[in-house]
């Protein structure tokens, strides 16, 4: 199998795992704009301020989708992974 097409599928289960997610909350739409609210700042604060830190992460089209769809753990891992 293509890794890329791998890619592909594990992104649309966890997308279809959050969509599933955010669709069983009290308040739909509110969970969903803050988790990816939260997920942009936080990746846009690391960005900015993470190079001082020694944990940047770049802004492209994985990071921006990954932690729009995920929120802010993503951006937690990917600070760990990227440290590991």
Excluded: E
Aim: glycine residues 12%.
């Amino acid at each position: 199998m293509d890794t890329g097409l791998i890619f592909y599928i594990v992104c649309g289960a966890v997308l279809a795992a959050m969509v599933v997610y955010y669709a069983r909350r009290k308040h739909k739409l509110l969970s969903a704009l803050f988790g990816s609210g939260s997920g942009l700042a936080a990746l846009l604060l690391v960005n900015y301020f993470g190079g001082q830190f020694g944990a940047y992460l770049p802004m492209n089209l994985f990071n921006v989708c990954g932690s729009t769809v995920l929120g802010a753990p993503f951006v937690a891992a990917m600070i760990v992974v990227r440290c590991l």
